[in-house]
């Protein structure tokens, strides 16, 4: 596979996830996910692996096997395995960015007094035996992020019920611009660049690579 076509196919799409990325943390709002999405804007990201086909452009034809080497499932199992070192512990996980923990904690706080449910705070989160459930809270002091982590019983009507309080009660706050978040957003623009400015460069002659490429498998 052409080295120009390699490298945008595995750019553009992490250097789009740092520009979101990096753009949601420097506005400086409460943004909630779930931590399915959030995985599979991470897939997105690494999905130029899919499409990159044989790998001799990255290892010498000697390190690997004919068969691997020259083997268009390479690259999707190389994606596999990544994708797969990055499954979340819980598909019942809410991710707050521009959030720090103490905000976190207040927001549960009073969505447990709203909903009357009964619960007991411990180091690191609560528990609902009532709903047979447990809250772990994580954060990530460095990007304003925190987590919140379901365990025991799935209960998606709990989840979905804290999902939308958390919500209503975050969307008034605001952690102001965040340096880190602008760094991120330039270092997906410089990763961007690169294909861009390929692509830009030479429309023809990327056009005509894509075809060959098209053709080898």
Known sequence: MPGQVVVCTNLLPIGTYLCVLGLFH????????????????????????????????????????????HSHLFGFGLYLLLVAAFLPRSHERLIIYNCTESSVVAAMRAVFDRSSLKHQEVPGGWILPDRG????????????????????IRDRELFIQIHDDLIELLSATRSGWSLTGLCMAAAGGLVLAFPVWELARDPQNIVALIRQVLQTW
């Not at 709002?29 to 899919?50: E, F, S």
């Not at 459930?133 to 365990?151: C, G, H, Q, W």
């Open 26 to 69: 420097a506005i400086g709002r409460p943004l909630l996910t779930t931590g399915v999405r959030d995985y599979l804007a991470l897939a997105l990201a690494l999905a130029g692996l899919m499409v990159t086909g044989p790998i001799d452009y990255i290892l010498h034809s000697r390190m690997l096997p004919d068969f691997l080497v």
């Open 133 to 152: 459930v447990s809250l772990e809270l994580d954060s990530f002091p460095a990007l304003k992020n925190s987590s919140v982590y379901f365990r025991g």
